[in-house]
């Protein structure tokens, strides 16, 4: 977007900013194919999973995992814990 958008147009308003970039992006994933989608547009490639009822390969990868670690078995509180040093 930065590169095919913003650093080549010029925009005079906020409503022309807004015209602008709505144009883009229905460009974009209606009208534009994409390479990692097998050459089909998003819309497209989203109409294809859905008729065929298609999952993700790996459900897992959109998965979070933890921010941090689950506490050591035994430890109740986080005063327990101190610094090694």
Known sequence: MRDELLNETLFFDLDD????LAT???????QRP???LKYLTPAAYAAHLTATDDRLRN???LRRSSVAPP???G???PETLTAAG
């Open 24 to 30: 883009w992006v229905a460009d974009y994933n209606i």
């Open 75 to 77: 430890v109740q509180n």
């Open 34 to 36: 994409h390479s990692s």
């Open 71 to 73: 506490a050591p078995r």
């Open 59 to 61: 459900p897992d990868q």
């Open 17 to 20: 900013a807004r015209s602008k």
